[in-house]
């Protein structure tokens, strides 16, 4: 996957759990559970949404991986 | 013949409307089915009616209805279905414990649901606390200097309400008659059935109340959680992140088993007496999006294993959030638990859910230093305490609570 093509898909899970959040308005660098507001539970299911969607495994080290765009993109990237 | 009877979803509800019925007059229910929608302040609620039988006289929809009153009658297998209606009953004590609870919500006068009766303003005007007079409506008639004995009251066997008081206010001074009652009812918010001012209103009156007339005491605990953690690790290692655990799951099960050794905080402090729970029902609390709070129940919680737990945590959460939680889940919490999660503050110390006697707070999990064998090491540490009613217990208890909540977590593979 490419970095637009990450992009879409975290917005995509993202809009089953938090509707209001605006991925659009995040920094690369930002951390996601803070700028969006995510408690413990909205990230564990945007993890279980990526995880589906993606078919990767997301071992649980890797979680803190995820919490911003631009290690978001570079875990998917890679994989 | 039974009468299905608007119940009471917490100690801030008064009023409740139908919005939806799901089945129609004639239909046979089994106890427990889910029969109609009804709207509260915490937004669209589903309705379980536990009586079996034919439902029939099902009330009009879109009418504010105060808590107890008739919904529908339920006759059992062979009963004749046109029997006369029967007269409401006084409400249980559930329901007279709802409507004692503060409403500052006011919604717009309604006509009386039936002939207030003169005598029932009667013991309003004395101090006692008594369910014909609501705290709110008291207190607001107080402020501007009414005579209770005075008012009509239109909720349950003419109860006084709030919107009583507000009403006759409103008629005693003209000039001001039109502006309350049309601000008070003003369009509700979008979303179906959900009004975060609205909502604030009820978590500000249900939390008043709680701070005017219970005691509370706090207790601290600061919880080693490298135990819990490591089981933790080890177990979300080697599965789906669908199949994982949040840390939130163990401290539950912690809470929910400790209050199997100490039962005094575990149920509801009502007309001047404690009542212990009929089991562990975990008032959970949800923050919602855009503002708010519902702690609705994990049922039996100590009985749960750790992956049903989890289980109903996010199917609680997301049913919070997006609709649909269940009258039981409302009606029935026997204590709070809050649990900041890991972007929370350090610690809590709640407020306390009426009737409720206890709520077990826990922060956000931190690295600090702590001493193990004489030696200073970093360890994952969780704030907890607890906040209770001192007429139902002394601090004695509350500690006892808080150590069977720690020594739970020290062996996490006993969850």
Request: hydrophobic residues 45%.
């Amino acid at each position: 996957m490419n970095a637009s093509e990450i992009r879409a898909l975290a917005a995509e899970v993202l809009a089953g759990i938090a509707p209001e959040a605006d991925l659009a308005s995040v920094g690369d660098n930002e951390d996601l559970r803070e700028a969006l507001d995510l408690d413990s539970m909205d990230f564990m299911n945007f993890v279980v949404g990526l995880h589906q969607k993606t078919g990767h495994a997301i071992p649980e080290a890797d979680v803190p991986k995820l919490y911003t765009l631009a290690g978001l993109v570079a875990y998917f990237a890679a994989g | 013949m039974a009468d299905f009877l608007m119940p009471s979803l917490g100690a801030d509800m008064e009023t409740g409307k139908v919005v939806e019925w799901l089945v129609k007059p004639g239909d046979r229910i089994q106890p427990g089915a889910v029969v109609a929608v009804v709207e509260t302040h915490k937004g669209a609620i589903d309705i379980e009616c536990f009586l079996g039988g034919v439902i029939e006289d099902l009330a009009p929809l879109d009418v504010e209805l105060p808590v107890g009153a008739l919904l529908a009658h339920v006759h059992a297998a062979g009963e004749a279905a046109a029997a006369a209606p029967a007269p409401s009953p006084a409400p249980t004590a559930a329901t007279a414990a709802a409507v004692e609870g503060p409403r500052e919500t006011a919604t717009a006068p309604r006509p009386a649901a039936r002939e207030p009766s003169p005598e029932a303003a009667g013991p309003a005007a004395s101090t006692t606390v008594g369910p014909k007079l609501s705290p709110a409506a008291r207190r607001r008639a107080q402020e501007l200097g009414l005579d209770t004995a005075a008012l009509r009251g239109t909720g349950v066997d003419g109860a006084l309400t709030l919107a009583d008081v507000e009403l006759a206010a409103t008629q005693s001074r003209p000039q001001a008659a039109p502006a309350a009652p049309a601000a008070a009812s003003a369009p509700r918010a979008a979303r179906a059935g959900f009004d975060p001012a609205q909502m604030r209103q009820a978590i500000a009156a249900a939390m008043t109340r709680s701070k005017r007339e219970i005691p509370h005491y706090y207790l601290t605990s600061t919880i080693a959680f490298a135990a819990a953690q490591a089981w933790l690790d080890a177990y979300n290692r080697e599965r789906d992140p669908a199949d994982r655990l949040l840390p939130a799951t163990l401290l539950l099960k912690a809470t929910a088993q400790a209050l199997v050794e100490v039962p005094q905080l575990n149920g509801f402090h009502e007309n001047g007496a404690y009542r212990s729970g009929p089991g562990i029902h975990v008032g959970w609390a949800i923050a919602l999006r855009g503002g708010g709070l519902v702690a609705p129940a994990i049922h039996d919680a100590d009985r749960k294993s750790l992956p049903e737990l989890m289980a109903a945590l996010r199917d609680l959460v997301q049913r919070a959030r997006a609709g649909g939680l269940r009258s039981s889940e409302l009606m029935d919490p026997t204590i709070t638990v809050t649990s900041l999660g890991e972007r929370g503050a350090e610690s809590v110390l709640g407020v306390i859910y009426p009737p409720q006697v206890a709520i077990v707070g826990f922060g956000r999990v931190v690295q600090r230093p702590w001493v193990v064998a004489g030696t200073v090491v970093p360890r994952p540490l969780v704030a907890l305490s607890l906040a209770a009613d001192h007429r139902a217990s002394d601090g004695h208890v509350g500690g006892q609570l808080l150590a069977a909540i720690d020594r739970a977590l020290q062996s996490p593979e006993t969850l």
